[in-house]
């Protein structure tokens, strides 16, 4: 079982971003991306979570067997598929605890309804571990968070909504060492046999907390490298540059 | 039912769904029926089944001829008013069931209306008092016995002017004169149900009184007239809410509502209505507010093909503060032209005006408010918000703020936006599970949270049932 991407092509306005991208993210599993800017990260998650922006122009993308380009936005979500957000969206006046009570919902089978007494307690037990105050559930959902807040309220809702398939997008970017701890202790704690994750990161220093057991190097829209941890630790000795050295001398 | 056809199926289903409670209705039996179209004999008719007062019968006769003097609104407002025909609404209807206080008294099918609209069971749970319209007279109204004991007065508009003619009659048509508008005037023709209320000096309300409107009839208008006072000191919170069955002509409801609070007292006015969309509804509410007093409109506009309301207050007297506080939502084929008129007339007065809209599909919202602060006062504050959502490319809004200050020691602030929901809010919603349809609902439900919250609980939370099967048909 896993979540497998076969020779993807992804456009945006035309033009193509992903060019020909295969992996395969077998449960139980951590893999790291790493990339210099440009290289198509993002629009990897995007394009998995299935933003309209972009346009598949080929190859194929399943989850557990399920052909996942075929499933609109909010079916792959219940299905099974979490992005964790570079630039999460802000949404006024609903507070934390109505949307991720929300989303619960939405995973209710028809004409059930979410137990609240239960709800809040996990609720509650989850933002503790996170260190998130629980003011937090009053308050409108991203607005005026800082860059931290918001990291950690992704992961906060990915532990609550329990994904198969967790994509962290460049969750570091903006944190400070504590905060880049207590987030990483949160996914490190969702890790199991039954969750993948695919870790999408420009620098190493996330992957000191998480450790991958397999980590990939994307440029020009293209894995063009895949090894294991050390491969992060070589591209951060050594930079990127080196990289596409060797893509033109494979060419 | 039958179908009406202008409107497209998204649409349709959207407004089918949300008659859910209001939409059905039972064999008519009027005894009195004034017929169609309006002149000296139909008020006459209505008077002598009502058997009006000499001076009531007067002043519709008045009101009649100021109707018939005044000409349309049409040269600020929408030209949909002119599809008015005045000549096919019947003007008065009743099954000739006297006002009744106690449930046994009601017929058993205007009960069984009641009952689908949930008005026993709301009443057994917390309501102090009820008073539910069906047609044009009460058919049923019944106020706690504390309350009576208290010396509160909760009955419709006729047994008000007949029974407590002395209260009634000072301040009735005062504070909105026959002549304030055309539709002023047709209303105090024609009026009829509506509560009277007057709450005693020094009287706190614990719980809000509610009434319950609803058309019954086809091409039948509806023209209640409220009239609440609260003595000095005293507080009351007073509830209006609105389902309507369908129809497949035009309908028209007219109301007129006055408020008057006295020195210190605190009074508050909510209504939700939802209305089918073919109900123009063109309504004129006002509240004076004396010293130190305060009255605040909390107004939710669903539905309806047109509905024109700008509830007022006229502070009156030192330090009264006026507050109206309004959502609109317009979908398809519906025009909400809502807003507020803040007229201070005395030193150190207060307003405050926030209104939300959205407008969905080919829907078309307007906020039109009036301010006036004269050169002669001083102290007077006023503030404005107002915030348009459009959901869909082809949905409208536009907003006509008219602030008339003058004199230098006054504070006035007006802030407006124009806002639609993001691709990435949508997408970002979506991403956690929610589908389309309920992102947006969740959105726009998000978007009027403040505001809702000022709606007791029950109403807030029919409210956000509303606003969610309106969004069902505008994505997809």
Redesign the interface.
């Known amino acids: 079982m896993s979540l497998v991407v076969k020779d993807l092509h992804a456009a945006i306005d035309g033009t193509e971003i992903l060019k020909g991208l295969s992996l395969e993210v077998p449960k139980g599993e951590v893999h790291a991306i790493m990339g210099p800017n440009g290289s198509g990260k993002s629009t990897l998650s995007k394009v998995l979570?299935?933003?309209?922006d972009y346009e598949v122009t080929g190859g194929s993308v399943t989850m557990d067997g399920a052909d996942l380009l075929e499933l609109?936005?909010?079916e792959?979500?219940?299905a099974g598929l979490?992005?964790a957000?570079q630039y999460?969206?802000?949404?006024?006046?609903?507070t934390m605890a109505?949307?991720?009570r929300?989303?619960r919902q939405?995973?209710m089978p028809e004409g059930e309804e979410l137990e609240a007494v239960s709800y809040y307690k996990d609720l509650y037990a989850k933002m503790d571990q996170l260190g998130i105050d629980r003011k937090f559930t009053a308050r409108?959902v991203n607005e005026g968070f800082s860059g931290g807040e918001k990291k950690r309220n992704e992961v906060l809702?990915m532990m609550m909504?329990d994904p198969v398939y967790g994509i962290m997008d460049e969750t570091d970017s903006g944190l400070d060492i504590d905060a880049l701890k207590v987030v990483a202790d949160g996914v490190n704690s969702m890790r199991s046999p039954e969750r993948g994750f695919l870790v999408i990161t420009h620098y190493q220093r996330l992957l000191d907390y998480i450790e991958p057991d397999h980590v990939h190097v994307l440029a020009d829209g293209q894995i063009v490298r895949s090894g294991g941890k050390d491969l992060a630790l070589e591209l951060e000795a050594r930079g990127y540059d080196f990289l596409k050295e060797e893509v033109v001398v494979a060419g | 039912m039958s179908s009406e056809a202008v409107l497209d199926t998204g649409t349709q289903e959207a407004i089918d769904i949300d008659r859910s409670k209001g939409d059905f209705s039972y064999p008519e039996s009027h005894k009195f029926d004034a017929g169609v179209g309006l002149s000296p004999a139909t008020v006459d008719y209505i008077c002598d089944v009502k058997n009006d007062p000499d001076w009531v019968r007067e002043f519709r006769h008045k009101a009649l001829k100021t109707f018939e003097s005044k000409p349309m609104p049409t040269h600020w407002a929408t030209k949909d008013l002119e599809n008015i025909d005045f000549d096919v609404i019947r003007y008065y209807l009743s099954d000739g069931t006297k006002p009744t206080r106690s449930w046994d008294e009601v017929p058993d099918d205007i009960k069984e209306t009641f009952e689908r609209l949930g008005i026993p069971q709301q009443e057994r749970a917390f309501l102090a008092g009820v008073e539910a319209q069906y047609d044009s007279e009460a058919a049923y109204s019944n106020v706690k016995e504390e309350l009576e004991k208290d010396g509160v007065i909760f009955v419709n508009s006729t047994e008000g002017l007949k029974e407590h003619e002395e209260i009634f009659r000072p301040w009735f048509g005062k504070v909105i004169p026959t002549g304030d508008n055309k539709f002023s005037a047709l209303n105090s023709a024609v009026f009829s149900g509506g509560s009277f209320i007057y709450v005693p000096k020094g009287l706190k309300v614990r719980h809000p009184l509610q009434a319950y409107f609803r058309i019954n009839s086809e091409n039948f208008g509806q023209f209640e007239r409220t009239l609440i006072i609260c003595d000095e000191g005293s507080e009351l919170t007073y509830m209006e809410g609105c389902t309507a069955p369908k129809f497949e002509t035009t309908t028209l409801h007219s109301a007129v509502v006055e408020l008057v609070a006295m020195k210190d007292a605190k009074l508050q006015y909510i209504t939700v209505q939802n209305w089918s969309s073919n109900v123009f509804n063109l309504v004129t509410k006002r509240g004076i507010a004396h010293e130190n007093a305060e009255v605040r409109w909390i107004d939710c506009n669903i539905g309806s093909r047109l509905t024109m309301k700008y509830p007022g207050v006229v502070m009156k007297g030192r330090k009264a503060r006026g507050e109206v506080i309004s959502i609109a939502l317009a979908n398809s084929g519906q025009h909400q032209d809502t807003g507020a008129k803040m007229i201070h007339a005395a030193d150190e007065t207060t307003s405050n005006v926030v209104s939300k809209s959205i407008s969905v599909g080919e829907g078309r919202s307007t906020y039109r408010g009036q301010v006036h602060i004269p050169k002669h006062l001083k102290g007077c504050r006023n503030n404005t918000e107002c915030d348009a959502l459009l959901i869909n490319s082809s949905s409208r809004t536009d907003t006509y703020p008219a602030i008339t200050v003058r004199g230098n020691q006054h504070a006035t602030q007006h802030e407006a936006s124009v806002s639609q929901v993001?691709?990435?809010?949508l997408?970002?919603?979506?991403?956690?599970?929610?589908?389309?349809g309920?992102?947006m609902s969740?959105?726009v439900?998000?978007?009027?949270?403040?505001l809702v919250r000022e709606f007791p609980m029950e109403y807030s939370v029919e409210l956000k049932r509303l606003i969610e099967l309106e969004m069902e048909g505008s994505v997809g």
């Open positions: 979570a299935g933003h309209d609109e936005i909010d792959r979500s219940r979490f992005l957000f999460p969206a802000e949404v006024p006046g609903v109505n949307f991720i929300a989303a939405a995973r409108a809702q909504l | 993001s691709a990435e809010m997408f970002y919603m979506q991403q956690r599970g929610l589908s389309e309920a992102a969740l959105a439900n998000g978007f009027v949270n403040d």
